[in-house]
DNA sequence: TCTGGGGTCCTAGGACCC
DNA sequence: TCTGGGGTCCTAGGACCC
């Protein structure tokens, strides 16, 4: 059986949520991501109105605003976006047994041979589009192919609330015709590249030799070129293998200069970390610190150790023994972050850490967290010289 | 207009072992 | 008598995605 596949799309998906819920903000401009006046805030997901005054993600605010004054700037309920994301992906779940997550907002979905159930594929996706408007009010772009990477270019050609297909055996006419700028996976330092060896379409790309792809971009990056630009399945995408990793971050207004301050916010993303980690039933031997300075430098520092992280007083004296050895005092700290790499599953012999003292204190961290969860503004020093004063 | 936050994967090189 | 090759684990940095 031919094997067919779904990658299915929200429409400016926050932006979209935000419309919902307030229909007020139906027809205008909804900028998610920072309020005017907010430094050093990007733009998350503008609304299609946004985008007709040339704003679009990853854009400063500052920007947003001097292009579209009058919008409507939201800074964003990353809570609400999860409800709203996993009632949608609860809708993919009745069109297909294999629904492959890939962020917040979309998914591939494997329709092979879904057709005695929902009829051929165009109609299946048209089943699709109008339950998920119907049941949540969001609109969903969807693409059609014979392999997800297709499906997912596809997903984009015809946004928003579109529905494009690849008919299988015109994937590489499909994509030969495409621009270059249209690759998924060559980001801006490759176009720069694209740009450098007169690369202009997908095309070009088709022309040259595996040879000549792998010494411009490296083995992999040219192996998966050779194979997208002829419309073949070009997996860059996760597995489910594989390693995981949890971090939280911070950009400051203002740099920091002072050590007490800089000690604070690292305490503080301490703490999420560890209380995402005490949610996941996983554990991990290796920290990261991250440090970015005034001019944008960024630097990180990795460290394993013979054993996991079980507490957060763990977790802290670890990220703050790496953070003072990585440190340069003087230069001003713009962002600061803490996390856990090579992520595993809590083994039994963990749980023998947690016997005694070390699961009393464990318990206290908990409560801790909770209230600091729960009440993030009051509790934060509490939670700080509670642990101190150990 | 200076550039968020949370992830994944790849590469190159060093340490160490057999 | 100054030097092989493979495997594994680890670190730092970069590119990319939403």
Redesign the pocket.
């Known amino acids: 059986m031919m094997a067919y596949f779904a990658h299915a799309d929200l429409d400016a ?1 926050y932006a979209s949520v935000e419309q919902f819920d307030h229909p007020e903000y139906r027809g205008k401009p909804v900028i998610v ?1 920072g309020l005017p006046g907010d ?4 733009v ?1 997901t503008a609304s299609y109105e946004a985008r007709q005054y040339g704003v679009h ?4 605010i ?2 947003a605003v ?1 292009l579209c004054p009058r919008g409507v700037y939201l800074r964003g309920n990353m809570g609400r976006y999860r409800e709203k994301s996993r009632e949608i992906m609860d809708i993919f779940a009745d069109f297909s047994p294999t629904v492959q997550q ?5 998914a591939f979905l494997d329709i092979t041979g879904t057709e005695a159930l929902f009829g051929p594929p165009r109609e299946l996706a048209e089943k699709l589009k109008s339950k998920v408007f119907r049941d949540t009010g969001l609109t969903v772009s969807v693409g059609l192919a014979s392999n997800k990477y297709i499906a ?1 270019i596809a997903s984009g050609i015809s946004k928003p609330d579109g529905l494009y297909v690849i008919e299988p055996g015109s994937e590489e006419k499909f994509m030969r015709g495409l621009p270059a700028a249209k ?9 720069e590249l694209f740009r450098k060896h007169g690369l202009a379409s997908c095309d070009d790309i088709y022309r040259l030799s595996p040879e000549t792809l792998h010494s411009i971009f ?4 040219g192996t998966f070129l050779y194979r997208a630009v002829r419309g073949e399945s070009a997996e ?4 489910g ?11 400051f207004e203002y740099d920091l200069y002072d050590d007490f301050a800089i000690e604070t916010e690292l305490f503080n993303i301490c703490q ?1 970390v560890m209380w ?1 980690l005490l949610n996941s039933r996983l554990q991990s ?2 920290i ?1 610190v991250k440090i970015r300075y005034a ?2 430098s ?7 150790f013979a054993e996991p992280v079980c507490t957060l007083n763990v977790l802290y004296d670890r990220v703050s023994a790496l953070f003072r050895r ?1 440190h340069r005092k003087g230069k001003g700290v ?2 600061i ?1 803490a ?1 856990l ?2 992520l595993e599953n809590v083994s039994a012999r963990q749980g023998e850490l947690f016997n005694g003292e070390g699961e009393k204190e464990r318990r206290l961290e908990e409560m801790i967290l909770e209230i600091n969860r729960k009440y993030p503004d009051a509790a934060l020093r509490r939670g700080r010289s509670l642990l101190a004063d150990e």
Do not use: Y
């Open positions: 998906f991501g430094r050093r805030s990007v998350s993600s990853a854009m400063p500052a920007q001097k890939l962020s917040i907002d979309e997912k690759i998924w996976g060559a980001g801006s330092k490759t176009q490296g083995q992999a990056f860059l995408f996760d597995d293998r594989g390693s995981h990793s949890m971090s939280a971050e911070r950009t999420t995402r031997r290796t990261s001019d944008f960024t630097e990180i520092a990795r460290e394993t990585k713009r962002l972050g996390g790499m090579n």
